[in-house]
């Protein structure tokens, strides 16, 4: 690409080649990568690949970690991958493993941290091709594909089977062969916060208890070309409704090109108007006051509307024409933040407004025209940020991981000025290579609390949780001791943290320790980074997967969940 060899790369907002980004080996050549049929992001940065051949690991910065072992063998093929607690792998796909006993296929198979397989998960009743799969908060692993069960009576094969969080067959979930009949193929698969699984084969959509009895039968799809109906992707909202993804004209009756939904509870479709072979997605909500709604994502229309990834919605849920952001920024919108003053800053990718070009990030007026006055830096490249955050007078830090201009140094937090430039005034000292901060919260006396994944700052150990001086130098009044780590696996990421009243901070994540203590996996603490005794968490709850978000009310109650993003809860997460 560009005149250069390149293994699996990685690019820019703008499509160029992020130079910082290459596929080596540990001696710096080349590394030899086939084709990458799955992907997953560790919290550190660092990389696991799946596809043909074994699964791989790789840093960051993209140099193969021969550590990670080869458990997975040569003649596997990999099509999924979903990270497990305790920071274990799921790997999905048609496997060929390596266990204490030699060579064994697997459809389904669980990774230790290092590599190898972990022998306390053992899915060997089942056979087939896994194409996707699901966690549940209780451990239970819901599996979709062309599968069946070893040694099956006639009929055993079906798009869907639930497996025990050790990898057996879980027989207490028997999904009704008239809808999900034998021989059929699952394509995709979410379970919503109620414990319902929907499944999507090509025939259409079945919904199943949590003993597999059926609760609707959804329509099927019409194929957008001749290739046939595609189904990538199910997702349920948080209000119940089912957004369905992939390469299809119609679902049923209703023409929806490329992205449906069902309202929760319903059995007939409704488009959602976006273009074929575009995924539309919604990642980030702002209501204003007057019950309108901001939204931001990855999208090309709303309705007949030619609107691209950001859009006002009255409360009658029709598009805002008097938020005059034109057709849109033309790449994905990750973060909405409302200022003080009431403007909108918009952190993205490639970020464009009514003809004006952003990278990245840009500012708006409540009624969405870009502000000139505003020029991100072009000093240096953002490598995944991952927030923004109001700082005092006027200014804005941006988390994640900060390149300079010739890729020698990494920054995880930057502050820019009302203007948009560099305010080379903050400096975090020089951090580790893989730094990336996840959350900060501004104290009202100007210091910075900043949490992420990180063990070193300023020069200094920080397991996951620092505080710093309006310099941005590490503030001594701020003492979190060892830090944040999770018991037998070294983790330091912690990725959630809020304001609550009188200084104090709720912090959350999947960490069982702070300052060499044992705590829940959400606390809160101090102002000085104490921990508050006056808050203590007691459920149970959140053992297997952590704390997945919070929000402190205004009434200074917190509200925590748990689960990954894509595959909601199937209890009721706890409020606190």
């Not at 560790?42 to 696991?48: A, E, K, S, V």
Request: glycine residues 14%.
């Amino acid at each position: 690409i560009v005149g250069v060899v390149r293994v699996k790369i990685v690019v820019n907002p703008d499509g160029s080649v992020d130079p910082g980004f290459q596929l080596t080996t540990a001696a710096g050549q080349l590394a030899s990568v086939p084709t990458v049929h799955a992907l997953l992001l560790l919290g550190d940065g660092r990389l696991i690949v799946g596809g043909p051949g074994p699964v791989l690991r790789f840093s960051a910065g993209g140099v193969h970690e021969p550590v990670f072992g080869y458990a997975v063998n040569s003649a596997g093929m990999t099509t999924t991958l979903a990270p497990a607690p305790a920071g274990k792998i799921l790997v999905g796909g048609f496997l060929q493993i390596i266990t204490a006993s030699g060579l064994t296929m697997r459809a389904v198979a669980r990774l230790n941290p290092d590599g190898t397989v972990d022998s306390t998960f053992d899915a060997a009743s089942l056979a087939g091709i896994v194409s996707a799969l699901s966690m549940r908060s209780d451990g239970k692993l819901y599996v979709c594909g062309s599968l069946g069960l070893v040694g099956g009576p006639p009929g055993s094969s079906q798009a869907v089977f639930r497996l025990n969080a050790n990898g057996t067959h879980d027989t207490s979930f028997v999904p009704a062969t008239s809808i999900v009949l034998p021989g059929q193929t699952g394509l995709a698969l979410a379970v919503d916060s109620a414990g319902s699984v929907h499944v999507a084969t090509p025939a259409g959509i079945g919904r199943f208890s949590s003993t597999g009895a059926v609760e609707a039968v959804l329509p099927g799809f019409t194929a957008a070309n001749t290739d046939g109906p595609v189904v990538a992707d199910l997702l349920v909202r948080s209000d119940g409704a089912l957004w369905i993804g992939g390469r299809f004209s119609k679902i049923g009756a209703v023409a929806a090109e490329a992205v449906g939904r069902f309202a929760a509870g319903a059995n007939t479709a409704t488009a959602i108007g976006t273009p074929i072979n575009r995924r539309g997605r919604v990642v980030t909500l702002l209501p204003e006051s007057n019950g309108r709604v901001l939204l931001g994502g990855e999208f090309r229309r709303i309705g007949a509307a030619n609107i691209s990834n950001l859009a006002r919605i009255t409360p009658q849920g029709t598009v805002d024409a008097s938020f005059a952001t034109g057709t849109g920024p033309d790449g994905s919108v990750a973060q909405i933040l409302r200022l003080s003053d009431g403007r909108l800053m918009i952190l993205g990718q490639a970020a464009t407004g009514s003809g004006a070009v952003r990278t990245k990030l840009l500012r708006l007026s409540a009624d969405g025209v870009v502000d000139g006055a505003f020029a991100f830096p072009v000093d240096g490249t953002f490598w995944g940020p991952t927030g923004i955050v109001e700082a005092f007078g006027g200014k804005l830090l941006v988390l994640g991981r900060h390149f300079s201009a010739d890729f020698s140094a990494t920054k995880p937090i930057v502050r820019l000025n009302p203007d948009g430039s560099r305010d080379t005034v903050f400096n975090t000292g020089v951090p580790t290579e893989s730094a990336i901060a996840l959350g900060a919260v501004v104290q009202p006396n100007a210091r910075i609390v900043a949490v992420g994944s990180f063990t070193q700052f300023n020069d200094a150990t920080r397991n996951g949780i620092v505080g710093l001086l309006p310099d941005g130098a590490s503030d001594p009044g701020f003492v979190s001791g060892s830090g944040f780590t999770v018991t037998g696996s070294g983790t330091t990421t912690v990725p959630h943290i809020a304001p609550a009243r009188g200084g104090r901070l709720v912090v959350g994540g999947l960490a069982d320790q702070y300052a060499g203590g044992s705590v829940a996996r959400v606390v809160r603490l101090n102002s000085d980074g104490s921990l508050d005794s006056g808050f203590s968490v007691t459920t149970t709850q959140f053992n297997t997967f952590g704390v997945n978000g919070l929000l402190v009310q205004e009434d200074d109650r917190v509200l925590a969940w748990m689960g990954r993003d894509s595959v909601p809860s199937a209890t009721a997460a706890p409020r606190i």
